[in-house]
């Protein structure tokens, strides 16, 4: 991925971050109380990402290089300069705005008011980056310059923008997501924790082979011969339009689906012939589409579901660990299921899976259907459980930032397999990119 992609992938951030905001002002127009703790964790992930992580890497290489450039790009860096100069003072003004209100001084509509002041300024300084200084950049910028910007960006040893300042960010992020209101995040009282420590797998071993797999619905073939492999710590996404045959592919990898022709190899077992139950006793675990949890039966138990096939001493601890994770489910464990909002649902969903304590975890569209903000913190979750080593076969609607996180990448067009590369070669690829990436 180059520097221009990360900054788009942060402006996305941040839009959702500005569009959360918005949301919650709105609820406090109409009465709802304000949560200074979740005021608190968006302040600090924009004070610590944007005006200390964002905006300098920006000014130290991309503005720095582009003034030298084009004359028309230095107006417009002026203006954008100056409100990352002012953005600090004006988050600690729109803080001390928000505890006022807490303390009852500053009516709702008075405190709506400033917080889409506040937003305003910040999606509009999002649509000057993207619609004026990166096509700027595209067009004046030199080999040499983008040599020194994209070494910056990509340098993942950098104390401010490697990997674990990303980690860091992660987890504040974390922190907003978990104490945003129920109609746009987890609507937690307590935040949890996406701290991991970093692989220790190695990825050169295979873990999965699958050779000429073929799949019918009646006399429709769905697959028509899929060839895929997946190395151990590997993430591994797949790609395509819908009606493509993801979904398909790992129904028949999980033994949901019949195969009718062709082998799967796990773990140097042919697997091909054995039942679900058994396929996901060898550690292949899935978390659908759709969510699909048990909605009559409690939070609680949906999870020890996930681990029926596990050692009974170790499900406690495995539990607590994805209420570390997802602290909400924990505050609501004996509710069922089915009063959950969709993201938590989704987080349920991920978490029974995890249960199974899974040597191949199969994410089906897990972004589908979320509000903004939870799905980059779905995301989150699978860099997560990437640095963790987990072995991860990913399909998503969201192409580009599955191929992102993604050390592989498959293209899947009517039960065939198109193209295949790492992450970022598909990325970069015309044919990806007009096709599905809106680029």
Aim: some cysteine.
């Amino acid at each position: 991925m180059d520097a221009l992609s990360i900054i788009s992938q942060d402006h996305s951030n941040m839009w959702r971050l500005a569009t959360t905001i918005d949301h919650v002002a709105l609820e406090i127009e109409q009465v709802a109380p304000v949560d200074m703790a979740f005021f608190n964790a968006v302040f600090d992930y924009i004070e610590q990402f944007v005006d200390r992580f964002h905006h300098p890497k920006e000014d130290d290489y991309l503005f720095r290089l582009l003034r030298q450039r084009s004359s028309e790009a230095a107006v417009i860096i002026d203006a954008l300069q100056v409100e990352h100069r002012d953005g600090p003072a004006n988050l600690a003004a729109l803080r001390a705005t928000v505890a006022a209100a807490s303390r009852g001084e500053l009516s709702g509509g008075q405190l709506a008011m400033e917080l889409r002041g506040y937003t305003t300024v910040l999606k509009n300084h999002i649509r000057a980056e993207e619609k004026n200084i990166l096509p700027l950049a595209r067009a004046h910028l030199q080999e040499s310059d983008w040599a020194e910007i994209n070494k910056a960006f990509l340098d993942n040893a950098d104390p401010l923008f490697g990997e674990t300042a990303k980690a860091e960010y992660r987890e504040l992020y974390h922190r907003v997501v978990s104490l945003a209101p129920e109609s746009v995040g987890m609507g937690g009282h307590s935040v949890g924790s996406l701290q991991a420590s970093s692989a220790s797998e190695t990825k050169a071993e295979l873990l999965l082979q699958v050779q000429g797999m073929e799949s019918c619905y009646g006399r429709i073939k769905a697959l028509k011969g899929i060839t895929l492999e997946v190395r151990r710590g590997e993430t591994v996404a797949l790609v395509g339009a819908n009606g493509a045959g993801k979904t398909t592919f790992l129904r028949t990898l999980s033994g949901v689906q019949p195969m009718s022709a062709g082998s799967i190899h796990f773990d140097n077992e042919d697997i091909s012939k054995l039942r679900s139950d058994k396929r996901m006793r060898r550690g292949i675990c899935q978390s659908p589409e759709g969510r699909q949890v048990f909605g009559p039966l409690s939070i609680e138990d949906n999870l020890r579901l996930g681990a029926y096939t596990q050692p009974k001493h170790q499900v406690e601890g495995d539990m607590e660990k994805i209420f570390t994770m997802f602290p909400i489910l924990k505050e609501k464990r004996a509710l069922p299921a089915g009063t959950l909002s969709g993201g938590q649902q989704q987080m349920l969903a991920i978490g029974r899976a995890l249960v199974g304590r899974p040597r191949l975890l199969l994410l089906d569209e897990p972004s589908m259907g979320l509000a903004p903000l939870l799905v980059e913190e779905v995301f989150n979750v699978i860099k997560t459980l990437k640095r963790q080593g987990m072995t991860i076969l990913l399909v998503e609607q969201n192409a580009f930032a599955a191929l992102a996180i993604a050390d592989r990448g498959y293209v899947l067009e009517t039960g065939n397999v198109t193209l295949t590369g790492t992450g970022q070669e598909l990325i970069s690829n015309e044919q990806v990119r007009a096709a599905y990436l809106g680029m």
